[in-house]
């Protein structure tokens, strides 16, 4: 683990967290001067190729009923986002969501986790698509709705396992209609209560298969999901499994994202291989959770394989019954966490919010990458 995150000790206030190096780090992201590198506990700035990023040219006419739309369409296409932020030296910042599953975690969603975050402006949101497509209209109608009332960029996931190519394509048809063009493709997860005869009727077995779908069909950015630990599905090694992300980026997809991961090593190790081994040119951003639960979090990483330190589960149990010193905690931690990754040269943040505006918020305005 890198030392800058291996050395944290929570601190006693919130007011010692602007040290001098989060200052200079905001000033230069202000100044548009990028990064700064060579600070002693973190690892130094590697600088990656070029990213590619095509034109949008090829975007289609918004399709979208005219009552719907506005006179200017502040909707962008996400890969065109990375190239402005890239030739700014600007760090890229996003904010994934969840569909809520009732009425209620619906309004808390879009009148006050959303308006929350607005005062930071971030870049894009993203919302999840559920194992097998379970929540695949609550999907297209949240980022329908955060791009008609907050006039911001959203993209939908898509997952294409125990998914027919009809309904896939109808999905994508209904995206472009309503105006949305940004799209996470994924292979996904069948659903648990009927795998084996969801699979038998999949269309596409593979991301890169659906990445190449998406691109062949015309209109949309596309981004996909890497693992800078390995997918836990994979069995032959972390360099097979970045050799399928390969794989993906040259179906066309424009950007990555990454599950989660608390050692920043595996993170640099990651895109080290894919950009100066592999020869990828895409932006590869890191995805950082917010430790906000302990229980929480071990069940997120049993979930999905990524590494919980013991010597972090050891600082965070020692907070036992405390909650909020729990996530006080968590917040720092990813804070300092970002802040290491933004030094290395990483192209922005991905922050998982767990459908809270918080820790997100905080993240970003502790690190000065917003004004």
């Avoid at 209620?104 to 993203?126: C, H, I, N, W």
């Avoid at 996470?184 to 084996?196: F, H, K, S, V, W």
């Avoid at 019954?321 to 030094?343: C, H, K, N, P």
Wanted: glycine content about 6%; proline content about 7%; overall charge positive.
């Amino acid at each position: 683990m890198s030392a800058v995150i291996d050395s944290y000790d929570p601190p006693r206030n919130r007011l010692t967290l602007v040290r001098p190096q989060r200052r200079m780090l905001r000033s230069r992201y202000r100044s548009g001067m990028g990064c700064p590198s060579g600070e002693p506990t973190i690892r130094k700035n590697s600088q990656l190729p070029a990213t590619r990023m095509p034109s949008s040219t090829d975007q289609p006419p918004d399709s979208r009923p005219a009552a719907t739309r506005t006179k200017t369409n502040p909707i962008r296409l996400i890969r065109d986002i990375y190239d402005e932020r890239r030739r700014r030296s600007q760090p890229v910042i996003s904010i994934e969501f969840f569909p809520p599953k009732t009425a209620a975690g619906v309004a808390k969603l879009f009148d006050r986790t959303l308006p929350e975050l607005q005062t930071f402006a971030p870049d894009f949101y993203s919302v999840t698509y559920g194992a097998g497509g379970s929540t695949r209209d609550d999907t297209l109608a949240v980022v329908d709705r955060i791009q008609r009332e907050h006039q911001a960029t959203a993209m939908a996931h898509l997952t294409c396992v125990s998914t027919s190519r009809a309904n896939i394509e109808h999905y994508l048809l209904e995206a472009r209609r309503l105006g949305i063009r940004n799209i996470l493709a994924l292979r996904g997860d069948p659903p648990q209560e009927t795998p084996t005869v969801a699979q038998s009727k999949t269309r596409f077995q593979y991301a890169y298969q659906l990445v190449s779908f998406i691109k062949q069909l015309g209109g949309f950015s596309i981004g996909t999901a890497g693992f800078p630990e390995s997918h836990v599905a994979c069995t032959e090694g972390k360099h097979v499994d970045w050799q399928r992300l390969k794989a993906k980026v040259d179906a066309g997809a424009d950007f990555v994202l990454t599950q989660l991961f608390f050692n920043n090593d595996d993170y640099f190790v990651f895109r080290d291989y894919l950009t100066k081994t592999l020869g990828m040119q895409v932006a590869i951003t890191p995805g950082v959770l917010p430790i906000l639960s302990i229980d929480q979090i071990k069940r997120f990483t049993a979930i999905c394989g990524a590494s919980l330190p013991q010597t972090l589960l050891s600082k965070l149990e020692r907070f036992g019954e405390d909650t909020a010193a729990v996530a006080e905690f968590g917040i720092e931690f990813a804070t300092r966490q970002s802040e290491a990754l933004l030094a290395g040269g990483a192209p922005g943040l991905h922050i998982y919010s767990l459908n809270k505006a918080e820790a997100a918020r905080r993240i970003v305005t502790d690190l000065g990458l917003r004004p």
